[in-house]
Nanobody, 114 residues
Framework: QVQLVESGGGLVQAGGSLRLSCVVS????????MGWFRQAPGKEREFVAR?????TNYADSVKGRFTISRDNANTVYLQMNSLKPEDTAVYYC??????????WGQGTQVTVSS
């Protein structure tokens, strides 16, 4: 059974940094895309960043501040710098096995205080 587990969320002041981690278990994710999404209260879930191989994509709202990376087949990170209150959300990682975002984690809360 494929599982994704996020960690690293928390409370940080505006301008601060956090690094989120996501570990995949149950199968190798080496050849597949992984991504980060977020959902703020009262809003729809939105795309944040994606990585597949050496290629990355970012939402315009986080370009230049967030960096997605992976250090092995099954762990992906989201380094978040210069955080803003509007970055406050539950952050989810996801795995795309070719049919869309097939698997999701439970989410980790990020709260940025002003």
């Amino acid at each position: 059974q494929v599982q994704l587990v996020e960690s690293g969320g928390g409370l940080v002041q505006a301008g601060g940094s956090l690094r989120l981690s996501c570990v995949v278990s149950g199968r190798t994710a080496r050849y597949y895309a992984m991504g980060w999404f977020r959902q703020a209260p009262g809003k729809e879930r939105e795309f944040v960043a994606r990585i597949r191989g050496s290629g990355t994509n970012y939402a315009d709202s986080v370009k230049g501040r967030f960096t997605i990376s992976r250090d092995n087949a099954n762990t992906v990170y989201l380094q978040m710098n210069s955080l803003k209150p509007e970055d406050t959300a539950v952050y989810y990682c996801a795995l795309d096995l070719g049919g869309g975002w097939d698997y999701w984690g439970q989410g980790t809360q990020v709260t940025v205080s002003s």
